[in-house]
């Protein structure tokens, strides 16, 4: 029976008006005479219901009563679900207000904070929903209500689903069409980071005044979902910050891993965007702690921060009327002072600047220049006090990772002129947390305690735990020292470490750009000294991911600045005597940052445990050294091509044929993305019968569940198989590959632009086991990789 020819009654309601339609259900304006109000109904349309889903309104009505337990102000409470004359319906609430998506439509476009406002309602519903253990699946403007008061309200949890933890089986897709999350519309389980997804699109097409996902054709918005990054567009209005780009953009990123763990994660951080808490007040309201904390410092040994050196030496560099002299003076009066400065500015790191050995102060000054020799000597000075201290080891090690970030830090700064300030903004960042490690070691021992995770599983943030220690929180405390420092302003906010999400963008403001140096270098030496050296490389590398372009540098940056960090470091410790036991944490700040099984391709081997028989392999394999001496050839001559004017085509020649040479395979096929992003087509080809067989080679993007090669792909996962015969890898080879190709090793190496996969390096063997690469050629395969990446972008550029 179609919706028009319903009867004017329906139970006990009384149908008045049609107030919309969906796919599912249409919805009603009724009188309920019991508690005589106006309520809506909605009535579920059995022709949309599968004949083979004998259970779907069992289902739909048992939800729908689960969901009358919620109670809160951002959802619409529904009030019965009922069946009368085989039609299933739900009763609820009936707002007068519209929907969002009429807002919309309407106009005028939302300012940035009133959107921002609005989606903290949705998200505080969602909370409290997800707290009961539904998951809405069905977000979108249109099941967002305003009521009178401009108070957002969600309705319509008539597909809503109990969450479903521990298991993988697919589940039906449910959603709509630009709305539904990648996981949802590849029929994952019912999870509430699919509400979270929905709410950062709704929150994005609020900001843009445009849809983000939208395609007159249906099935292609959910499979442009599951296959490509939404990102936010460009020529938002200049409400819209990079702040609060990055918080929608995190909702939006397709692997759930990076997205909003849950919508009160994405409610928080757009409630500090919308009321930042103001720095001057919170100065104040410190000063009377800061006062106590600096007279019981004074109290109990020469203080550092105090030292009239420490002044001086800043002032002196900072002055533009003190000459050279001065400074040396002032240098020379600190004996121990002196020879650490001399025996630091030796080491390889700074020696080539002199052209030999440097034996004055004055020479030093001259040759590193005043920036340089202010940030050494402030270090120094800050050691040179911690040492006799009970604790040294510990302070010793903190101090090393100040310096690390500091080099960190001035090798990732992209402008030269920035450097040095870079330098001291990054040494200084956590200075509160090592003037307490120095003077109250217990307090300190207590706030590590209150972040270290109970077995509960419960713990607090270091900023948290400092101000219920202290009665500050450690960053205010580190800038109370430097203003009696006398630190220039600009060093004052890269002290000031910077909330959210890394900017999606480059950071033009210089000082803004200084505050996310000094908090991303940090965060890296952090990492590395409280890292696993077995897992150190793989962070350090997601790390870069988030942040590299912020900073306007490459991923692989990240690396070398931290390899740069780790040389300087090492020649410091031994020209400051630093001795650390071999059971020292600051040991991994010495140790080559290199990938380990657990982050290079053996982590994806899939290879079984035992090593099966091998017979004579086909090509003449290199040795390893070899090898890894024709990949680095091979690069640098490909560097030497894209530095001219080069055909792309030329370019990816050269680059299958480096890997086929190097590592004696039979063929190497290079495998394009078609126009419509669904498959990876082979298109060239080096070695054995590639004319014919490369055009076979198709990797389907789309197939769910997906095929090995589609899963690394999707994935962008370095791939070694060692033996394709295995029955865990054969299972989930496409039938295409078991056809002519008849591989039983292969490698595989994704080439990824914005997230989501252009194509695929494609090398095999017909022998298994017949590949093998160490870490080095690992590193060198990659290059080569990030080359083809980079030569279709200076292609299309």
């Not at 002196?338 to 000054?365: D, E, F, M, P, W």
């Not at 690390?404 to 300030?421: G, H, K, Q, Y």
């Not at 940090?522 to 490389?537: G, R, S």
Request: net charge neutral.
């Amino acid at each position: 029976m179609a919706a028009d020819d319903l009867p004017p009654q329906l139970g006990r309601f009384r149908l008045l008006s049609r107030l919309g339609e969906g796919a599912q259900a249409t919805v009603w304006l009724a009188h309920d005479p019991l508690l005589d109000r106006e309520v809506a109904v909605k009535i579920l349309k059995t022709q949309g219901v599968d004949a083979g889903e004998s259970g779907t309104v069992d289902e739909w009505l048992h939800e729908a009563r689960a969901v009358s337990r919620l109670t809160h102000p951002n959802i619409v409470p529904v009030f019965e679900a009922d069946t009368q004359g085989g039609r299933s319906y739900m009763v609820f609430e009936y707002v007068s207000g519209g929907t969002l998506s009429q807002r919309l439509r309407a106009g005028p476009r939302l300012k940035a904070a009133e959107s921002v406002a609005l989606m903290l309602g949705v998200l505080d519903g969602l909370t409290a929903a997800h707290a009961a253990g539904l998951v809405h699946r069905d977000l979108k403007p249109s099941n967002i209500l305003l009521d009178a008061r401009g108070r957002a309200r969600v309705m319509d949890f008539g597909i809503a689903a109990r969450v479903s933890p521990g298991t993988n089986a697919p589940t039906r897709i449910v959603g709509t069409p630009g709305y539904i999350s990648p996981e949802a519309a590849s029929g994952a389980p019912p999870h509430p980071q699919m509400d979270v997804f929905a709410a950062a699109v709704m929150l994005a097409e609020m900001l843009s005044g445009q849809r983000l996902n939208a395609d007159p054709d249906p099935w292609r918005a959910v499979q442009r979902v599951q296959t490509t990054d939404l990102v936010l567009p460009s020529g938002l209005p200049s409400d819209v910050d990079d702040a609060l780009r990055a918080i929608v953009q995190r909702g939006l990123a397709r692997d759930p891993a990076a997205r909003w763990p849950s919508a009160t994660q994405m409610h928080d951080a757009l409630a500090a965007w919308l009321r930042p808490v103001a720095e001057p007040d919170a100065e104040a309201q410190d000063a009377p702690v800061l006062d106590f904390l600096l007279r019981r410092m004074r109290h109990k040994s020469d203080f550092p921060a105090l030292s009239e050196a420490m002044t001086r030496i800043q002032r002196l560099t900072q002055s533009e009327h003190e000459s050279l002299a001065s400074l040396s003076n002032e240098i020379l009066k600190d004996v121990a002072l002196t020879q650490k400065l001399l025996r630091l500015v030796n080491t390889a790191a700074y020696r080539h600047t002199g052209g030999g050995g440097i034996s004055t102060v004055s020479r030093a000054v001259a040759l590193i220049g005043f920036a340089g020799i202010r940030n050494l000597a402030l270090s120094l000075v800050l050691l040179e006090r911690m040492e006799n201290k009970g604790h040294a080891q510990r302070l010793r090690e903190d101090f090393l990772r100040s310096l690390m970030a500091a080099s960190v830090a001035r090798e990732l700064c992209v402008n030269e002129r920035e450097a040095e300030e870079a330098f001291l903004g990054a040494m200084l960042h956590h200075l509160g947390r090592t003037l307490t490690e120095f003077y109250f070691p217990e307090e300190a021992e207590t706030v590590r305690r209150l972040v270290s995770p109970t077995d509960s599983g419960v713990a607090i943030s270091e900023a948290a735990a400092s101000a219920q220690v202290l009665g500050m929180s450690y960053e205010a405390l580190g800038l109370g020292v430097a203003r009696q420092w006398g630190l220039p302003e600009s060093l004052q906010r890269a002290m000031r470490r910077p909330g959210g999400e890394a900017p999606p963008k480059l950071i033009e403001d210089a000082n803004e750009r200084q505050r996310w140096l000094a908090r991303v270098s940090n965060d890296m030496a952090d990492l590395i000294l409280h890292t696993p050296p077995e897992q150190a490389h793989a962070k350090v590398r997601a790390l870069a991911q988030r942040h590299a372009r912020a900073l306007g540098v490459q991923a692989d940056v990240f690396e070398k600045a931290a390899d740069t960090a780790r040389q300087r470091l090492t020649q410091a410790t031994e020209a400051l005597d630093l001795r650390l036991p071999k059971s020292s944490k600051a040991q991994r700040l010495l140790a080559p940052l290199t990938p380990s099984a657990q982050d290079s391709l053996a982590e994806h081997q899939l290879a079984p445990t035992m090593v099966m028989e091998r017979t004579e392999v086909l090509g003449a394999r290199p040795d390893p050294a070899q090898a890894s001496e024709l990949l680095a050839a091979g690069i640098q001559e490909i560097t030497d091509a894209m530095v001219n004017s080069f055909q792309l085509n030329a370019v990816l020649r050269m680059i299958m044929e480096t890997i086929y040479r190097s590592l004696g395979l039979r063929r190497v096929i290079f495998c394009l993305r078609d126009a419509r992003g669904q498959t990876l087509t082979g298109r060239l080809g080096v070695g054995d019968d590639v004319e014919r067989l490369a055009p076979l080679v198709r990797v389907d993007l789309t197939q769910q569940p997906p095929d090995l090669l589609a899963a690394v792909c999707v994935k962008g996962a370095d791939t070694l198989i060692q033996d394709a015969r295995a029955a865990n890898i054969a299972a989930r080879l496409p039938a295409w590959f078991k056809g002519e190709l008849q591989a039983q090793s292969f490698l595989l190496l994704p080439l990824m632009l914005k997230g989501a996969p252009l194509g695929l390096i494609y090398a095999d063997h017909a022998q298994a086991g017949a590949v093998q690469l160490d870490d080095k050629q690992l590193s060198l395969l990659r290059t080569l990789r990030n080359q083809a990446v980079m030569a279709f972008r200076q292609a299309a550029g």
